[in-house]
């Protein structure tokens, strides 16, 4: 048994006195691997908890003070309420900004969540800011089929 999660990654800017911008950089379609090497007995629910890359998606802010990113889900096809996702930041990146928050993993839901927030100068940035995946509720008991979604990562602030 193999599932492939495939989520795509939207943004969306919301610009307030000054310009801001955050980049996505995805990486590649994280594919969960079988359960089958877990089974050593027939009748019973193996469940499995299976996490990306500690880099699976690089963040880039560009902003001129406070801001603040949260995460959702927006979009789902073949999703199965019983799979949980959640999303946390796995390092600082690069640049001078100072970040805050995102440190543990929260789970998405279809409302927008504080995910963490920044704060930066004129010449202050962060580039390549790791975010990392975890998904739960895989189990034999789930149909075999590509499960798809979409995060959605929203900036704001000054």
């Known amino acids: 048994m193999r599932y492939i999660i495939a989520f795509g990654l939207a943004f969306l800017v919301t610009l307030a006195v000054s310009a801001q911008t955050i980049s996505i950089n995805s990486g590649t379609t994280w594919s969960i691997p079988t359960l089958s090497s877990t089974i050593t007995k027939a009748g019973k629910n193996y469940e499995h908890i299976e996490t990306s890359s500690a880099s699976q998606t ?3 802010v560009n902003a001129l003070l406070a801001w603040s990113i949260t995460a959702h889900l927006s979009a789902t096809s073949n999703w199965d309420s019983s799979l949980k996702l959640s999303v946390q930041r796995t390092g600082n990146g690069t640049g001078i ?21 920044g704060l930066l100068n004129l010449t202050a940035h962060r580039d390549n800011i790791p975010i990392q995946y975890k998904i739960e509720g895989l189990s034999v008991m789930l149909p075999v089929k590509t499960y798809t979604t979409t995060v959605t990562y929203t900036i704001s602030g000054l």
């Open 97 to 117: 900004a100072i970040l805050s928050g995102g440190t543990t993993y929260i789970q998405l839901t279809s409302s927008p969540q504080a995910f963490f927030s």
């Open 58 to 60: 690089l963040l880039k």
